[in-house]
């Protein structure tokens, strides 16, 4: 069975770092694209980023370009978002992601979501 | 950046059938999936593909899409159907995953 375990949310203060963990099994971890999700506390959802199951792509939102970045670690089936310069609107619940599609050039839909993870960004 | 728009909500009685809709510029010609999601939970698939069903969910769940407007429809509504529905795309023009701002589907 495909589970996906995040790990790593907390409270930061604004301008601090987090990285949140995305361990994955189930499934041929390179074969198909990553992606984050995120939804603030009574909002809707909100794509973040996605990395191909190739690694050779990977994909921003407008709101976190520059400031987060997504890897994994193969030998592990994990997948990371290293998030810097945090801000208050980026409180959310951040959920970890599998794409439908295998080998594919971008994320496409998601079949599979982790229970996900609360981030905090207040001082 | 492409927008998807839905209503906020939609209101129907049990059995009854419910429609929700996802708009968006030229929708028709882009694959749209949607999700449901209920309180504390993650969002689950329940169409993909406009019109494509994931293996267990019921048939009562159908896709529809075309020109400017995409349709969640959900046959004979029963209580556990409640839940915020979410439409959403690969929008290949500015490399984009985009969801709609949900629908929250309230069972009389």
């Known amino acids: 069975d495909v589970q996906l375990l995040e790990s790593g949310g907390g409270l930061v203060q604004p301008g601090g770092s987090l990285r949140l963990s995305c361990a994955a099994s189930g499934f041929t971890f390179t074969r198909y694209a990553m992606s984050w999700v995120r939804q603030a506390p009574g909002k809707g959802l909100e794509w973040v980023s996605s990395?191909?199951?190739?690694?050779?792509?990977?994909y921003y939102a407008d709101s976190v370009k520059g400031r987060f970045t997504i890897s994994r670690d193969t030998s592990k089936t994990t997948l990371f978002l290293q998030m810097n310069s945090l801000r208050a609107d980026d409180t959310a619940v951040y959920y970890c992601?599998?794409?439908?599609?295998?080998?594919?050039?971008?994320?496409?839909?998601?079949?599979?979501w982790g229970q996900g993870v609360l981030v905090t960004v207040s001082s | 950046s492409y927008v998807l728009t839905q209503p906020p909500s939609v209101s129907v009685a049990p059995g009854q059938t419910a429609r929700i809709t996802c708009g968006g510029k030229n929708i028709g010609s882009k694959s749209v999936h949607w999700y449901h999601q209920k309180p504390g939970q993650a969002p689950i698939l329940v169409v993909y593909d406009d019109n494509e069903r994931p293996s267990g969910i019921p048939e009562r769940f159908s896709g529809s899409n075309s020109g400017n407007t995409a349709t969640l429809t959900i046959s004979r509504v029963e209580a556990g159907d409640e839940a915020d529905y979410y439409c959403q795309v690969w929008e290949s023009d500015s490399d984009e995953v985009i969801f709609g701002g949900g629908t929250k589907l309230t069972v009389l």
């Open positions: 992601a599998k794409d439908a599609i295998a080998v594919a050039r971008n994320p496409w839909y998601f079949d599979y």
């Open positions: 990395m191909t199951g190739s690694g050779e792509r990977t």
